[in-house]
């Protein structure tokens, strides 16, 4: 079943959307794999997402990240990410078969404690005007589907991992509610 993007008009209640569990870490043979999730909306004027990460102590080198191939050449990809500094810093670019284009986003840390630990995250938000700045979008709109995947990569030692919502692109569709 594909993952549902929740097509929203107006205010976002981040608590109503569906939440995709980073579960996946193929290659990790150590206990330590983080437990991350992550949240997106489409809107009318952009995407909007929650990322988050259950990690006491995260550094730079710990990020979580969108990967959406939402655009008419299947080769680009959308790459929206927060990394674990002090605070959070958030960035998005795309990927096309050429260059790696930087798209302008807007992003507020996420973090705290609740009953699973502490977490760390990102709430952000992409807008399709300066997305389609960098590469061409398909229209979006409830009932349209799309390859996409979350990640979760840690590059610094001894914590290095790589875990994922889906093994591969997994479908994600927007639907409205």
Not at 84 to 94: H, K, Q, S, T
Not at 122 to 129: P, S
Request: aromatic share 14%; with cysteine; hydrophobic share 40%.
């Amino acid at each position: 079943m594909p993952y549902q993007v929740s097509y929203v008009k107006g205010e976002i209640n981040f608590e109503a959307l569906p939440v995709a569990k980073i579960t996946k870490y193929p290659l990790e043979k150590a206990d330590y794999k983080p437990y991350a999730q992550c949240c997106i909306c489409a809107g009318e004027l952009g995407f909007s997402l929650r990322m988050w990460a259950f990690e006491v102590f995260p550094s730079g080198e710990s990020e979580i990240r969108g990967v959406f191939g939402l655009f008419e050449d299947a080769g680009s990809i959308l790459h929206i990410r927060a990394r674990g500094f002090n605070p959070v810093l958030a960035d998005a670019w795309v990927q096309t078969p050429k260059d790696k284009i930087p798209v302008e986003i807007q992003s507020h840390p996420y973090n705290g404690e609740d009953l699973q630990g502490v977490y760390w995250g990102a709430q952000i938000f992409a807008g399709y005007r300066e997305i389609n700045r960098a590469a061409q979008m398909i229209s979006i709109k409830p009932g349209i589907s799309f390859p996409a995947n979350f990640q979760k990569l840690r590059t610094d030692k001894p914590h290095e991992h790589t875990g994922f919502y889906a093994q591969d692109m997994d479908t994600f569709e927007i639907i409205s509610w």
